[in-house]
């Protein structure tokens, strides 16, 4: 099985900061890898696909890079709408892994 | 606009059985991969299982295999998941999710509510 390892665990930011959270697997995915945010009570949301792809309405101050084992999301400017746990996961192969997760909390 | 609807959770006893569904609406049911998503009380995401737009190819994480049984009706664009000889350890909020476009089954980019799952004596 492929390991998605997320780093940090947690991150305390302040609103206007930037932040990255780095996402690696165990072996190369290529590009196939996406990214979630999830808010508290509340059913995952896709904001990126194919490691770089926006999805359709995620705001633009994010960002995702990489391709075969490191990956990248970047948050440029952070908003109050941004405090939550993201999740990558690798969907090269089956099992489709995620990562453990990176709580973005309120420094 | 996309809709997916669990249910059928509850609490069982370990070794029961329960009958999860998903009900789909607002794209081409057909056309898409779907799969299972748990997330146990306080953890992360784990991916149970999934199947090919046709059902013709299913998959599950060891935990589940045997155990669990993913299955879907394309005409009436609804998805279940069997689940026998349930344990402790499956207690979890368990999404329905569809899959991305062009993906095999992995990569979704729509979630329903959820449906808990409580396995307890």
């Known amino acids: 099985d492929i390991q998605m390892t997320q780093s940090p665990s947690t991150l305390s930011a302040s609103v206007g900061d930037r932040v990255t959270i780095t996402c690696r697997a165990s072996q190369s995915i290529g590009i196939w890898l996406a990214w979630y945010q999830q808010k508290p009570g509340r059913a995952p949301k896709l904001l990126m696909f194919k490691a770089s792809t926006l999805e359709s309405g995620v705001p633009s101050r994010l960002s995702g890079s990489g391709s075969g084992t490191e990956f990248t999301l970047t948050i440029s400017s952070l908003q109050p709408d941004d405090f939550a746990t993201y999740y990558c996961?690798?969907?090269?192969?089956?099992?489709?892994?995620f990562g453990h997760g990176t709580k973005v909390e309120i420094k | 606009e996309v809709q997916l609807v669990e249910s059928g959770g509850g609490l069982v006893q370990p070794g029961g059985s329960l009958r999860l569904s998903c009900a789909a609406s607002?794209?081409?049911?057909?056309?898409?991969?779907m799969s299972w998503v748990r997330q146990a009380p306080g953890k992360g995401l784990e991916w149970v299982s999934g199947t090919t737009s046709t059902g013709g190819s299913t998959y599950y994480t060891d935990s589940v295999k045997g155990r669990f049984t993913i299955s879907r009706d394309n005409s009436k664009n609804t998805m279940s998941l069997q689940m026998n000889s349930l344990r402790a350890e499956d207690t979890a909020i368990y999404y329905c999710?569809?899959?991305?476009?062009?993906?095999?089954?992995?990569?979704?980019?729509?979630w329903g509510q959820g449906t808990l799952v409580t396995v307890s004596s």
């Open positions: 996961q690798q969907y090269s192969s089956d099992p489709w892994t």
């Open positions: 999710a569809k899959g991305l476009m062009g993906a095999t089954v992995g990569g979704f980019d729509y």
């Open positions: 607002g794209f081409t049911f057909s056309r898409y991969a």
